[in-house]
């Protein structure tokens, strides 16, 4: 079956999804859910082990941190009391005497700067004195808790000195604050020592192989050097405990950390969270590979499914698009034989079914025809003289249409026309029908109506609709005086000229009331006369050339050659 | 016989399905993750705020006084 055919069954069946489709898509979808589900939970999983991989590293530098900052914050305070113990610094402070401050830590500049510190000298109230090294920061302090506690001299279990982390133009400042006192024990300023997050970690960080990342108590990141880095979420801080680290996965300045959170604590209190990350580009370009893996081997089984699937769909469904194929081609309504399967069983029964219903529907034709054939042989016996004529020109059809080389089908076409070209007298009165006189103008109509009502009568049968044109037109003439329609030439269908031929020689040959039956080489010279007229010029010729034949079939169809005598008395039509 | 798949729709097929499933690694790897680790690390050492002791060793301890 061509292509072209399997289209248009397909479309004339609403069959948009073909069966194989049917089958490969749901595995197609199965693999996109396996494949996403899985590759998925694999990657978290190697990436959860290799972090994992990476926990007593951690916990190690998060110790080491933890001991660095302590010992910097010791550092730090002892700095501080050193500052604050100056001698004559309260004097300055308390007269605010801006040059003698100046020439007190004019040596300071450059060891705080080498420290990445920064000393801030408050009066009483807390406005800024002087900034060493100087820089453009807050002009006061007075509002920060832990400064205020140190201007007013307060004391707790932990002293007189505090800590306090400030928001400056440069980011997060973590000051140690000491009240400045003179020789009357009174505190006349106040002295901070600030060092910023960004450098506190990096200070802490110095020989570890890890960075540090300060936490606010919100869990915001302090230290803004760190781009990228994510907060943390209330769960994590909440996790957190002297006793337990927690570990997360974050990502700063482009590079994938393994960060331990623990609490920073300083001064007995929580300032906030302090995470020691450790590199782990390792992990990710580990899982990256796996990943690489993964995605080759789902592609590949994804081009199988396709490819095996597509072929094992095919095998399936090829005996089912055969059989539908020998469905649709003309002339073959038989399935190839399949595999012994379900498919191969319906093939059979589908052979049987179609073997039974062409069985059933040649004998249903047969039938039919049958009768019909019967109604045309009744009309034939209504009169004597016609008895047989159906029949004869049927046989002297055939015989000329071989001469002329028609095809079986057209043969077959003009048999039925032959046999039942006459079926429509059965609506035509005996009187006129079987009138052994002249017929007069009212019986002629009547007479010539035949053609009509046996077209009218049949046009209803599909396997009789090829022979409908012989049965209304064997009355036509090759000129056009003919009847019903007046068709002429080439307009009269060619099986329907040897029809009229076949009639006409059968007619002539056989006696009538009025006449005797002519010889047949008289027969074959008034179709001749008539050549281009009555008859077809062609037809005309093959009567000639296949005489002999057309003779002999007519002697052996026992064509009798006198007429009664009292027949002869009679007139012609 | 009419093809299942043209070679662009199977071309097409599995690139989308490794689009997904790289996508679906891409998600897996970002989401965070976290775990407890069970580890003391405040540190042993004491800073004592209170003390008025200044030890040497400051940094900022050789500056003149104003007086001087």
């Known amino acids: 079956m061509s292509d072209a055919g399997l289209a248009r069954l397909r479309l004339e069946a609403a069959w948009p999804r073909p069966l194989r489709q049917q089958i490969i898509v749901p595995f197609l979808l199965l693999l996109v859910l396996v494949a996403v589900v899985g590759v998925a939970a694999l990657t978290y999983q190697a990436t959860g082990a290799g972090l994992s991989g990476l926990d007593q590293s951690l916990v190690r530098d998060s110790v080491q941190a933890n001991d660095a900052l302590a010992a910097l914050e010791t550092g730090r305070l002892n700095d501080l009391r050193t500052l604050a113990t100056t001698p004559t610094l309260a004097t300055a402070v308390a007269q605010r005497n801006d040059t003698a401050l100046s020439a007190l830590f004019a040596s300071d500049i450059k060891t705080a700067r080498e420290a990445h510190v920064v000393i801030r000298l408050l009066d009483g109230q807390g406005r800024r004195l002087l900034s060493v090294p100087p820089d453009r920061g807050r002009a006061a302090y007075g509002d920060v808790p832990a400064v205020r506690r140190a201007l007013t001299g307060a004391s707790d279990p932990q002293g007189d000195k505090y800590l306090a982390v400030v928001a400056e133009n440069s980011g997060e400042v973590v000051y140690w604050a000491a009240p400045i006192r003179d020789v009357t024990n009174q505190v006349t300023g106040a002295v901070l020592l600030g060092e910023s997050v960004r450098d506190l970690a990096a200070e802490i960080g110095k020989g570890q192989t890890g960075r540090l990342f300060f936490y606010g108590p919100t869990g915001r990141p302090l230290d803004l050097s760190a781009a990228g880095l994510s907060s943390l979420n209330p769960d994590v801080r909440q996790a957190v405990s002297p006793d337990h680290l ?80 020998s469905i649709v081609a003309a002339g073959d309504q038989r399935a190839p034989t399949g595999p012994a399967d379900e498919i191969g069983y319906l093939a059979s029964s589908f ?223 | 016989m009419t093809r299942l798949f043209s070679r662009r729709q199977i071309l097409g097929t599995v690139v989308m399905v490794a689009a997904l499933t790289w996508a679906s690694g891409t998600v897996a790897s970002s989401l965070p993750q976290t775990a407890r680790l069970h580890a003391h690390v405040q540190s042993a050492r004491v800073v004592d705020y209170a003390t008025e002791v200044v030890v040497p060793g400051s940094r900022f301890a050789t500056r003149p006084t104003y007086d001087q």
């Open chain 1, 351 to 573: 052979n049987h079914m179609t073997a039974s219903l062409e069985e059933k529907t040649k004998a249903l034709e047969a039938t039919s025809f049958a009768s019909v054939e019967a109604l045309a042989r009744a009309i034939d016996a209504r009169d004597p003289y016609t008895y047989g004529h159906s029949a004869r020109v049927a046989r002297l059809s055939f015989a000329i249409a071989r001469e002329m080389g028609l095809q079986p089908d057209e043969l077959g076409t003009l048999g039925r026309a032959a046999l039942l070209h006459d079926i429509g007298k059965i609506g035509v009165a005996d009187r006129v029908l079987r009138k052994p006189g002249p017929l007069n103008k009212r019986d002629l109509i009547a007479m010539r109506a035949h053609p009509v009502i046996g077209y009218e009568m049949l046009k209803g049968l599909r396997f009789l609709e090829s022979s409908l044109g012989g049965i209304r037109h064997h009355h036509e003439h090759w000129d056009g005086s003919g009847y019903p329609d007046g068709l002429s030439g080439a307009d009269i269908p060619h099986e329907v000229r040897i029809l009229t031929v076949a009639d006409a020689l059968d007619a002539l040959t056989s006696d009538r009331p009025y006449r005797n039956a002519m010889s047949f080489s008289a027969a074959v010279a008034t179709i001749e006369a008539e050549a281009g007229t009555q008859f077809d010029p062609a037809v005309v010729r093959a009567v000639r050339s296949h005489s002999a034949a057309i003779a002999a079939l007519l002697t052996v169809m026992g064509k009798s050659r006198t007429m009664p005598s009292d027949v002869l008395k009679e007139p012609a039509i």
């Open chain 1, 246 to 325: 927690m570990r997360v996965s974050a990502s700063a300045n482009g590079h994938a950390y393994a960060v331990a959170v623990g609490d920073w604590t300083m001064r007995g209190e929580r300032l906030g969270y302090l995470g020691v990350g450790v590199p782990a580009d390792g992990v990710v370009d580990n899982v990256f590979r796996l990943r690489v893996v993964l995605l080759f081997m789902v592609a590949g089984t994804a081009l199988l499914v396709l490819v095996v699937g597509g072929l094992l769909a095919r095998r399936i469904t090829r005996p089912l698009e055969q059989l539908v194929s």
